[in-house]
């Protein structure tokens, strides 16, 4: 299993951004995937995640409203719609394979992390 995230760039704030997260390899028995962020100097952060089976959604405070997660299941992939973004989005997204769902988004009960992509805003 691999995960590929893309479509990182540089924006403006209050700009949009759709990243990608495709997988491959056998993910059908996973629960869904999720996304992280990691700033300079900072931990890793939980993002949100969705899930294969229903599309259901959780999100962090932080990007309520702002931020979009949607899949395309027979793409194996799924999307991070971000819009309004500030210069505290600024990171490293991240996408990983949720195997299955136990409550906790913690990182380590993810897997198959893809390799990043950097997402700057600033004007």
């Known amino acids: 299993v691999q995960l590929q995230a893309s479509g990182g760039g540089l924006v403006q704030p209050g700009g949009s951004l759709r990243l990608s997260c495709e997988a491959s390899?056998?993910?059908?028995?996973?629960?869904?995937v999720g996304w992280f962020r990691q700033a300079p100097g900072k931990e890793r952060e939980f993002v949100g995640r969705i899930a294969w089976n229903g599309g259901g959604t959780y999100y962090r405070d932080a990007v309520k409203g702002r931020f979009t997660i949607s899949r395309d299941n027979p793409k194996k992939t799924v999307y991070l719609q971000m819009n309004n973004l500030t210069p505290e989005d600024t990171a490293i997204y991240y996408c990983?394979?949720?195997?299955?769902?136990?409550?906790?988004?913690?990182?380590?009960?993810?897997?198959?992390w893809g390799q990043g992509t950097q997402v700057t805003v600033s004007s």
């Open positions: 390899g056998n993910i059908v028995s996973s629960f869904g």
């Open positions: 990983a394979l949720l195997p299955r769902y136990t409550g906790s988004d913690h990182p380590k009960y993810y897997a198959y």
